[in-house]
């Protein structure tokens, strides 16, 4: 931990100098006030926004003694909304009446009865202004007065809510996260109707000033955790928060561990289940991924369906995908240790198989291996990466140097390929871990060449003794195996139904232990 | 207090250490793959006349096989050989497979090695000396099967390659194997073969393996040792007895004359155990006891009603069969090949260890003049689907 925030505070350092320059000038914004005249704010803004074709000015003179400027950033208002609710009231009121007497401001007249708009806010200093028409607000001032109006017409921007394409459910909700970050704080609220659903802003990003939410239940989630998340956001110092992932590398407790110690989502049900477990999450704008914190081990083997349906389905599932991550893992690196070390374990006719399709490959298994795993790993990537269109030709091409043309050939034997494919397979089953096994197998495979199965062992433990150090937010990573919490078995590799979920998760040390609603559903049995 | 650093710094030396250690303290660790070792599948062992050792492989092409295993019926086209079958004379066992090095383009892999068949001449002048290196060598399989070569040289045997099975080693294994369902043969694998030799008590038996025909094996009957040296053998009715006395009888036909006929009686659990019976300290008598079930599986005979009564009669007459190859057995032992095979001794070892003691050493002679009490059991369990045979209405 003591790493940790040393680190930390490097970074600090070295952000701030790089920055110095421009703090600087952001603290003399910072203490300006809005000049009286709107001569002078157009031009104080125009030196500020200089080569900003896109930022609208506008000019408005009411009668001989009210005059007004208008200024937004071109396509990030609603136009509409800005003429209809704003403009429109505004000049009505002005070019009918007279301006009453003096008893009221104009600002304060417009903002309290003029204007239709309700989301509407008054700002002193210039620092403020910019920054709320760079995020999309109108502004309006009045000449002669040194307040501004700050009018919250933003258009909506972004895409609709729509099913995420990296998690994919078979039952369940299908509405997913956007990138903008209020849509994603009420599809959120939506599910969790509770005042206690807390959503703490900052503001992260010396450039982008990009908005994070830190959002938790009080009262469920552990306030130690929730403070270690705020301790955590606030030493963060960069230039630009373009993803969650930045966040995430910040935050997370192990700085070199495959292992993600964060998790992520894009889908609301999987984040709101996560909070009400008592986890804490972390909302960024611009992505529609939001991270929760801490993130264990038992979580990459949970899926959001495995709640919705039958226990026992959801036990076979989460055994199954035990087994892939094993077999992804060690699976090439197994082969290679018996067929290079080992081949007294074979059984006999298999091993008359094996080595029948091993005849005549010029290469030694474990290159195989690696030729094959590494073609693998370059299809899977070109595949995430080529423009959607070319996707069938690629798998085509894909399916036969990987397996036709390679076997034809004699550089890979068929076993090589059926080995490689079930690995491949089996890989995609744990989402979560598709980059660590990805690593892990190149490493194992290595071990296997060099020790044998001696190799694939010691490398084994090596990675549960990693795993046993591993802390996600002081929560340890192997829980609830190691250390053993027997309640939270019940969510493990076997699964009860839910009605039999009747305590919180107790390794994120909840605030309070029971949920509710797993207790009332049994005494509604009981009375039946 | 450490500071973290060197903390860190110690903790990483250890493991380091633990690593080299990792690498030097197992035994055996060469990366070989399959591709490079010559997958041997059957040994033969013989002795040439002038004394030195033959030592005969089987070695598969895996290849071959699939294209044997998948092409069968395409015809067409010189089919490569499953199997290469190679022999070579050297002082010893080790020796000789060292040297057929020269002759083969990779090691020999022996952990695959499915039988093991000893040859006549080498049986009859002993068979423990070779067996040294099989238990020296870490690469040899300890299941694999042990038969004795009867009339022919292991070599021979070795190169029969028949339709049935492409790999002969695999073939040979099967017909133990079947014919250990039909007791005609005791079958002995290497690590029991061991065991016996360094018994006392008991002399081994080993299966016994013959050419049938120009493309075929036959494994029946076995061949009876005496201090390690091949004394002869026993024809299957003998075998028979003698597994029967050893309770080493799974299944079986045994045929019985009866009524002007035949009856196959299907023999569907046995179990037998020998003793010795003392008196005033010395043996004076040898006991098998032999306790079977059996079924009736074929009737040729006179046209009768089977009857509770028709079946006691039957069960005696089966039992009086099964005694008779037993007193077979026990006859060439005693009196032919004066060898303890059934380990009459090995009662007397563990039971009367001191009286063991004294007698150990002439054991065999003492056991050549004992008589022998053969007690069978038999019991008639089921006759099949039907219980009389066909016969017209009267």
Redesign the interface.
């Known amino acids: 931990m003591f790493w940790k925030i040393k680190t930390l505070k490097n970074i600090v350092r070295r952000s701030t100098n790089n920055n110095s320059a421009n703090n600087n000038s952001d603290n003399q914004e910072k203490a300006e006030p809005i000049p009286k005249s709107i001569n002078a704010v157009k031009s104080k803004l125009e030196d500020i926004f200089s080569e900003c074709g896109d930022l609208i000015f506008r000019e408005i003179v009411c009668n001989s003694k009210l005059k007004l400027l208008v200024v937004y950033f071109d396509g990030f208002v609603d136009k509409r909304a800005l003429n209809q609710d704003v403009m429109r009231p505004i000049l009505d009121h002005f070019s009918n009446e007279k301006p009453q007497g003096k008893s009221k401001r104009i600002s304060e007249l417009i903002k309290e009865s003029i204007v239709n708009n309700n989301d509407i806010k008054e700002t002193e200093n210039i620092k403020q202004a910019v920054d709320n028409i760079l995020s999309g607000e109108a502004l309006l001032f009045i000449d002669g007065e040194d307040k501004a109006l700050i009018v919250g017409v933003k258009a909506p921007q972004g895409r609709q809510v729509e099913e995420p394409d990296t998690e994919v459910s078979l039952r369940g909700p299908r509405e997913g996260f956007v990138e903008n970050l209020l849509t994603n704080i009420t599809l959120l609220r939506k599910r969790i109707k509770n005042p206690n659903l807390k959503m703490e802003m900052i503001e992260l990003g010396e450039q982008t000033k990009t908005d994070v939410c830190i959002c938790y239940i009080k009262g469920i989630a552990n306030e130690q955790i929730v403070q270690e998340v705020r301790d955590r956001l606030k030493k963060i110092k960069i230039d630009a928060i373009l993803d969650s992932g930045y966040i995430e590398q910040f935050i997370s407790d192990s700085r070199i561990s495959l292992f993600p110690t964060v998790g992520n989502s894009e889908k609301c049900d999987k984040l709101a289940g996560k909070l009400l477990e008592g986890r804490v999450a972390i909302f960024c704008d611009g992505t529609p991924y939001v991270i929760t914190v801490p993130h264990l081990l038992i979580e990459t083997i949970q899926a959001s369906e495995d709640y919705y349906d039958h226990a026992f389905f959801t036990t076979f599932l989460r055994l199954l995908r035990l087994l892939a991550l094993l077999v992804s893992n060690l699976l090439p690196s197994l082969y290679v240790a018996m067929v290079a070390f080992h081949p007294k374990i074979i059984p006999f006719k298999l091993m008359i198989t094996i080595a029948a399709s091993r005849e005549g490959i010029p290469f030694s298994s474990f290159t195989e291996a690696i030729l094959m795993t590494v073609t693998f790993e370059m299809l899977r990537e070109a595949g995430v990466r080529m423009p959607r269109p070319i996707g069938q030709s690629l798998s085509i091409v894909g399916a036969i140097v990987l397996g036709e043309a390679a076997v034809a050939a004699g550089i890979a034997s068929n076993l090589m390929v059926i080995i490689i494919s079930i690995t491949a397979i089996c890989s995609f089953v744990v989402p979560p871990l598709i980059r660590a096994t990805m690593l892990l197998r190149f490493i194992f495979l290595a071990a296997a060449n060099f020790l044998g199965f001696l190799g694939i062992a010691f490398l084994v433990v090596a990675v549960f003794i990693h795993l046993c150090r591993l802390r996600s937010f002081g929560i340890p990573y192997t829980a609830p195996f190691s250390p053993l919490t027997a309640p939270d078995l019940k969510d493990s590799l076997v699964t009860v139904p839910i009605w039999a979920m009747i305590t919180r998760p107790r390794v994120l040390r909840p605030e309070s232990g029971d949920a509710e609603a797993g207790i009332k559903r049994q005494e509604v049995q009981i009375k039946q | 207090m450490i500071n ?1 650093k060197d903390k860190w710094f110690l903790s990483t030396a250890m493991l380091a250490v633990l ?1 080299l250690a ?2 030097f303290l ?1 035994g055996c ?7 490079e ?1 010559n ?1 041997v599948t059957a040994l033969g062992i013989e002795r040439s006349e002038d004394g030195k050792i033959l030592v005969t492989i089987q070695v ?1 092409e ?2 071959a ?2 294209s044997t295993a998948s092409g069968k019926g395409k015809g067409g086209g010189a089919q490569p050989k499953p199997v290469f079958v190679l022999s070579y004379e050297g002082e010893t066992v080790f020796d000789a497979l060292r040297s057929m090095l020269s002759q083969v383009d990779k090691r020999l ?1 022996l ?2 090695a ?1 039988v093991l068949i000893l040859g006549e001449r080498l049986s009859k002048e002993g068979i423990v000396e070779v067996l040294d290196f099989f238990q020296r060598d870490h ?1 040899v ?1 300890y299941e694999m099967d042990v038969l004795i070569a009867r009339d022919v040289t292991p070599a021979e045997l070795l190169e029969i390659e028949n339709d049935i099975d492409p ?1 002969p080693a ?1 073939y040979i294994k099967k017909t133990v194997e079947n014919t250990v369902s039909r007791a005609k043969v005791k079958r002995t694998i290497l690590i029991d073969l061991i065991k016996e030799l360094s018994k006392s008590g008991r002399q081994p038996v080993l299966g016994q393996i013959a050419k049938a025909g120009k493309k075929v094996v036959r494994t029946e009957g076995t061949a009876a040792f005496k201090n390690g040296k091949l004394i002869g053998w026993l024809d299957p009715y003998a075998t028979r007895g003698f597994l029967f006395a050893t309770g080493k009888v799974k299944s079986t036909i045994v045929n019985i004359p009866a009524d002007g006929g035949k009856i196959s009686m299907e023999v569907i659990r046995s179990n037998g155990n020998v003793d010795v019976k003392l008196k005033n300290g010395k043996p004076v008598k040898l006991i098998v006891k032999v306790n079977l079930e059996a079924n009736i599986g074929e009737y040729e005979g006179e046209r009768k009603k089977v009857s509770p009564d028709y079946l006691h009669k039957l069960e005696k007459i089966f039992g009086e069969e099964i005694k008779k190859e037993i007193g077979r057995a026990i006859n060439l032992a005693q009196k032919k090949y004066s060898s303890d095979i059934f380990g009459f001794g090995e009662q007397l070892h563990k039971f009367h260890p001191h009286y063991w003691k004294k007698v150990e050493n002439n054991w065999d002679d003492v056991f050549s003049n004992l008589p022998a009490e053969i007690i069978v059991n038999a019991k008639i369990r089921r006759t099949g689907f039907i219980k009389n045979p066909i016969m017209k209405e009267r």
């Open positions: 973290r690593c990792v690498l197992p660790w060469n990366n070989r793959d399959l591709t070792i997958i598969v895996p290849a096989i699939q892999f952990t695959t499915q690469e399989n790999i695999m």
